[in-house]
């Protein structure tokens, strides 16, 4: 092998590895920004919770705009994020499906490695927090929900009835107006 030949491979060893090193780094930002992000997220949905444990609606209502504002850098950070992994996979002749957190810890050593396995062990556990936390909403809101609709029912059959009696026994109505609701449409 000559000189140059050596050289050159040594060169685009160094600017491969450099180039891995900027991937690696830019990408740790990204996810520790998602994960801050995930973070604030699951603490709303706590906030949520709270609301809907007490019954207040108003205040749940106030958290919407918050929540969307939430998703929506989410969404932004995956963009960049796999925008990130494709433009890296596309300079090394791969595909972005190539490239996962799983490849990056098998591709890197040492302290980046354990820094990546870190990252994926934490975004898997805050993903989850995250589903249960939302679950529990749901079922929350789904009760509240439940629970609104019984009263609406009860309050529109009570407007079926077309007798009513007092206490001893005597009519007290006898039309067939609404007890609580007017049903009259």
């Known amino acids: 092998m000559s000189e140059a030949t050596a050289t050159s491979i040594k060169a685009s060893h160094t600017r491969d590895h450099k180039t891995l090193d900027t991937f690696i780094q830019e990408l740790v930002a990204l996810i520790r920004d998602e994960e801050k992000v995930l973070n604030s997220f699951l603490n709303h949905l706590n906030h949520q919770k709270k609301y809907l444990l007490a019954d207040d609606i108003e205040a749940f209502q106030g958290t919407v705009e918050r929540q969307e504002d939430l998703?929506?850098?989410?969404?932004?950070?995956?963009?960049?994020?796999?925008?990130?992994?494709n433009e890296f996979a596309l300079s090394q002749g791969m595909s972005g499906d190539e490239i996962t957190l799983t490849h990056l810890i098998e591709m890197t050593l040492g302290d980046v490695s354990e820094e990546l396995k870190a990252l994926k062990e934490d975004l898997s556990g805050l993903v989850e927090k995250i589903r249960r936390s939302n679950r529990v909403n749901q079922m929350l809101v789904k009760r509240s929900l439940d629970f609104i609709q019984k009263n609406i029912g009860w309050m529109i059959d009570a407007s079926d009835i077309s007798q009513m009696y007092d206490p001893s026994g005597q009519k007290a109505r006898q039309n067939g107006t609404n007890v609580l609701v007017n049903k009259v449409l």
Not at 71 to 80: C, T, V
Request: a positive charge.
């Open 71 to 85: 998703i929506d850098e989410i969404k932004r950070l995956e963009q960049m994020r796999i925008a990130k992994v």
